[in-house]
């Protein structure tokens, strides 16, 4: 039994030592999620293993299990157990400032939201990464609609990083750099700029482009790493990696929140 378990420890920091060997500087992934079975000690463990440091992220927002101010502590407090991970919120929705207080959400290490619900001029609620939720009558002005709810977002929402950035439904996916044009990009990096918003580098959807975040490295815009798993089937950062060694991004070009 002892010789089992020393062989599983030697095991495990041969991992950790061969993968941080290979990476520019400490990975940090801000977008980790406990769900589709992957509890907080498979955190532990694939954390280890990978060399990766985690954030721990919790959905919060309508539809969600964490949807008023007073869940919030008694999930911070199971997750004080862990304080090898920082503590994340994610707002879901543009309704979330309504549900929590600004006391509940500076509880958190860091919070972030994304682009992906919102409601449009019709008043339909749009939830882009499902097909049968997104309303396109005119693809153009959908996309300027879509640039103009998120740099409305980022000048109003007080969050630390944008994530699943530049993320377009699937009926557009395939013609990523048509919607996405030089003059939008630049909107969306000078609206983070102005509020020290961060920009997700996300390993699952491979966005945002090498494009843009050269246009975002130039304009002074940190980033982070982020996956937003579904399960504990997710990769180790490679998305991120790649465009790390591609546009010569250093440690120094990452935010990272404090701990709380």
């Known amino acids: 039994m002892k010789k089992t378990l020393l062989l599983f420890v030697a095991i495990l920091f041969f991992s950790f030592a061969n993968s941080q060997t290979h990476d520019p500087f400490q990975l940090v992934d801000l977008h980790v999620h406990l769900k589709g079975g992957f509890t907080m000690e498979d955190a532990v463990k694939k954390s280890v293993q990978e060399g990766i440091k985690y954030g721990i992220v919790v959905n919060c927002g309508i539809g969600f299990p964490v949807h008023t101010d007073s869940q919030i502590d008694s999930v911070l407090n199971e997750m004080k157990k862990y304080p090898q991970f920082y503590k994340g919120m994610q707002a879901e929705g543009r309704e979330w400032l309504t549900n929590f207080s600004l006391k509940s959400i500076k509880k958190f290490d860091y919070v972030f939201t994304d682009a992906m619900t919102f409601t449009d001029a019709k008043g339909r609620r749009n939830r882009i990464w499902l097909k049968d939720e997104t309303w396109i009558d005119n693809e153009e002005q959908f996309m300027d609609y879509l640039v103009n709810t998120l740099v409305k977002i980022l000048n109003t929402e007080p969050i630390n990083i944008y994530v699943n950035p530049t993320f377009l439904p ?38 945002p482009s090498a494009d843009f975040i050269m246009r975002a490295k130039k304009a002074g815009v940190k980033f982070t790493i ?24 250093t440690e120094r070009d990452f935010y990272l929140p404090k701990k709380k």
Do not use: P
Request: charged share 25%; proline share 0%; glycine share 4%.
């Open 170 to 207: 699937a009926q557009m996916q395939d013609r990523y750099s048509t919607f996405w044009t030089t003059e939008r990009m630049d909107r969306v990096i000078q609206a983070a700029k102005r509020h020290n918003i961060a920009i997700e580098i996300n390993n699952r959807y491979k966005i």
């Open 226 to 249: 982020g996956t937003n798993n579904v399960d504990s089937n997710f990769s180790r950062a490679d998305y991120a990696l790649e465009m790390i060694n591609k546009c010569g991004l």
